[in-house]
């Protein structure tokens, strides 16, 4: 990239920062210390301000930048993240948010110790939101760090480390100062400046090709190479029966993990009423398909008008698509509009990345303090201030979510997220749904549920394609692949399910009919709610 693409988007990268730090600042003046406003910004937010949040959080580099790398790297099969991401939230509107707005008071573990042995069911599902939290984690970091190799010309690989560095250090200033309320104001402004990016860019693409969108996949097509098969199923999970069984396990990651998701539940503690949760996630699900219906069109729009050749060679995981995809748009390399829209975009998704990680890295750091170290912590022992813990646990997770994102760089980030999902499909999910719906459960369902499906997850995931065996792998020089598919979903989400309830059947503790009964009063009405 040229100096003036190099100054123009830094500066822009600047001017964001320092307006999230001056919010970050504003907040931590005006905060009273207590768990409620860390955790939950003192459920003072309206429903269009947390759906805006809830966009602003979900909306992510993976949507950003690894789902349309993806469309224009591999054309149709690209677009099952897309799908995916959009369908999981009925999910979240149907099955979740009022109840789980409605039981809990800041974490997944909250709504599940309502009716169980807490300690246990809290060290579990406390271990599992970290689990995922990370995950979650690394994909941005990894963004962040294509993002700032391309603005730098992608020949410096210190800088990406320092990009990643830097990110980490950055949202653990804007978690441990100003807590859920600054977190949330970030989200907000990265959802407007993230939809009005994509609107733009989208209009771009459009006006270039006339508003012929079958002229646009034509295009894309046969700037492929793949002719029509680009358009059709099978050019990335259609080559042999493992390459479909990985579309499926994908598309049930997606479709279930969002309900699983730490930071997304943590949202619907935000605001004042169940009522209000449910108003947030449909304002959430307007924001958030119109974007994933955009992202389609800069996926097809990038591989007909950079291709994806040019695409492959910048970021073999299609990383920067978008940006390269802007800069073309704006008149290419060395013309002015192409420095500002490339510039824009870059920073939007600059942007895009810290408000995801401040949102990701609070969630985890409550999980930490509100569950493990209020459950793991001596009887008598000298306690400290959850709060304290919450904000020493950022730091944390920080420095671990950063080593695995310099490990990981080279990854798509969308497919990193996709591992995410997985895992909170089959770890919360299955103890979230059976706590919320079955009369029967126990403690020992639980606890079995969170670990039967976390620890499959996991070890699939070392044992695959992604971690070894393959050029791709995190570790290409040796090969310890024992599981053929790269998303583990499919076997591990029924795990999870199924351990849940194994765990039940063979327990010897009644289930408590009293606590279900409150549960459900609660949960349906309101009644006695945080």
């Given at each position: 990239?040229?100096d003036?693409h190099q100054?123009?988007a830094?500066?822009?990268?600047?001017?964001?920062i320092a307006?999230t730090?001056?919010?970050?600042t504003w907040?931590s003046?005006?905060?009273?210390?207590?768990a409620?406003e860390?955790?939950?910004?003192g459920?003072?937010?309206?429903?269009?301000?947390?759906?805006?949040a809830?966009?602003?959080?979900?909306?992510?580099?993976?949507s950003f930048?690894g789902i349309?790398?993806?469309?224009?790297l591999?054309g149709y099969?690209?677009?099952?993240?897309s799908?995916g991401?959009?369908?999981?939230?009925?999910v979240v509107l149907?099955?979740v948010?009022?109840?789980?707005?409605?039981?809990?008071r800041?974490?997944?573990?909250?709504?599940?110790a309502?009716r169980m042995?807490e300690?246990?069911?809290?060290?579990a599902?406390g271990?599992?939101s970290?689990t995922?939290s990370v995950?979650?984690?690394?994909?941005?970091m990894v963004g962040?760090?294509?993002?700032?190799?391309?603005?730098?010309?992608?020949?410096?690989g210190?800088?990406q480390s320092?990009t990643?560095i830097?990110?980490?250090a950055?949202m653990?200033?804007y978690?441990s100062?100003g807590?859920?309320?600054?977190?949330?104001?970030?989200?907000?402004?990265k959802?407007?400046?993230l939809m009005?990016?994509?609107?733009?860019l989208?209009?771009?693409v459009l006006?270039r090709?006339?508003?012929?969108f079958?002229?646009l996949?034509?295009s894309?097509?046969?700037?492929s190479?793949?002719?029509d098969?680009?358009l059709?199923?099978?050019?990335?999970y259609?080559?042999d029966?493992t390459a479909?069984?990985?579309f499926?396990?994908?598309?049930?990651?997606?479709?279930?993990?969002?309900?699983?998701?730490?930071?997304i539940?943590?949202?619907?503690?935000?605001?004042?009423?169940a009522?209000?949760?449910?108003?947030?996630?449909?304002?959430?699900i307007?924001?958030?398909?119109s974007?994933?219906?955009?992202?389609?069109v800069?996926?097809?729009g990038?591989?007909?008008i950079?291709g994806?050749?040019?695409?492959?060679d910048?970021?073999a995981?299609?990383?920067?698509?978008?940006?390269?995809?802007?800069l073309?748009?704006g008149?290419g390399?060395?013309?002015?509009?192409?420095?500002?829209l490339?510039?824009?975009v870059?920073?939007?998704?600059?942007?895009?990345i810290l408000?995801v990680v401040?949102?990701?890295t609070l969630?985890s750091?409550a999980?930490?303090?509100?569950?493990?170290y209020?459950s793991?912590?001596?009887?008598?022992?000298?306690?400290?201030?959850e709060?304290?813990v919450?904000?020493a646990a950022?730091v944390?997770?920080g420095?671990?979510?950063?080593?695995l994102?310099?490990?990981?760089r080279d990854?798509?980030?969308?497919?990193?997220?996709g591992?995410?999902?997985?895992?909170?499909?089959?770890?919360?999910l299955?103890?979230?749904?059976y706590?919320l719906?079955?009369?029967?459960f126990?403690?020992?369902?639980?606890?079995?549920?969170v670990y039967?499906?976390?620890?499959?997850?996991?070890?699939?995931v070392?044992?695959?394609p992604v971690?070894?065996?393959?050029p791709e792998s995190?570790?290409?020089g040796?090969d310890?692949?024992y599981?053929?598919l790269?998303n583990?979903?499919?076997v591990?989400i029924?795990?999870?399910?199924?351990?849940?309830?194994?765990g039940t059947?063979t327990?010897?503790?009644?289930p408590?009919e009293?606590?279900?009964?409150?549960?459900?009063?609660r949960?349906?009405?309101?009644?006695?709610?945080a």
């Open positions: 990239m040229t003036d100054s123009l830094l500066l822009l990268f600047s001017v964001f307006v730090l001056g919010i970050t907040v003046r005006n905060r009273h210390g207590s409620e860390f955790y939950a910004g459920r003072l937010f309206s429903p269009i301000e947390n759906g805006f809830i966009a602003g959080d979900y909306m992510s580099a993976a930048l349309s790398g993806l469309i224009a591999f099969d690209g677009l099952l993240y799908v991401f959009l369908v999981a939230w009925l149907f099955l948010a009022e109840l789980v707005r409605n039981c809990g800041f974490t997944l573990a909250d709504v599940v309502a042995r300690r246990p069911v809290r060290i599902a271990t599992s970290v995922v995950l979650y984690l690394v994909a941005q962040a760090g294509s993002l700032v190799a391309l603005l730098l010309g992608g020949t410096s210190a800088a320092w990643v830097g990110v980490g950055l653990v200033i978690v100062l807590g859920m309320r600054a977190t949330t104001w970030i989200q907000i402004v959802a407007v400046l009005g990016g994509a609107i733009t989208t209009v771009l006006v090709f006339h508003g012929d079958d002229q996949l034509r894309a097509a046969e700037r190479g793949h002719g098969a680009f059709a199923p099978g050019l990335k259609g080559e029966w479909r069984l990985d499926i396990s994908l598309g049930l990651a997606l479709v279930l993990g969002t309900a699983g998701l730490p930071h539940l943590s949202r619907f503690y935000t605001v004042p009423t009522r209000a949760a449910r108003r947030s996630v449909v304002w959430a307007g924001l958030i398909g974007f994933y219906l955009m992202t389609i800069l996926g097809f990038a591989a007909a950079v994806p050749d040019e695409v492959r910048s970021n995981a299609g990383n920067t698509a978008v940006p390269l995809l802007a073309d748009l008149g390399a060395g013309s002015t509009g192409g420095t500002v490339f510039a824009v870059a920073a939007v998704a600059f942007a895009t408000a401040a949102g990701i969630a750091s999980s930490v303090a509100h569950d493990l209020a793991l912590r001596r009887r008598g022992a000298r306690l400290r201030s709060v304290s919450a904000r950022s944390g997770i420095v671990l979510a950063i080593a994102g310099l490990l990981a990854l798509n980030v969308a497919f990193l997220v591992l995410a999902f997985a895992v909170a499909a089959s770890a919360n299955p103890v979230l749904l706590s719906f079955w009369r029967g126990t403690t020992r369902g639980a606890v079995w549920a039967g499906g976390l620890i499959p997850a996991v070890a699939l070392v044992l695959s971690v070894s065996g393959s995190l570790f290409p040796v310890f692949q599981f053929p790269q583990p979903g499919l591990s029924p795990l999870g399910f199924v351990a849940g309830w194994l059947v327990s010897a503790e009644p408590d009293a606590k279900h009964a409150e549960t459900q009063v949960s349906l009405t309101g009644a006695g709610a």
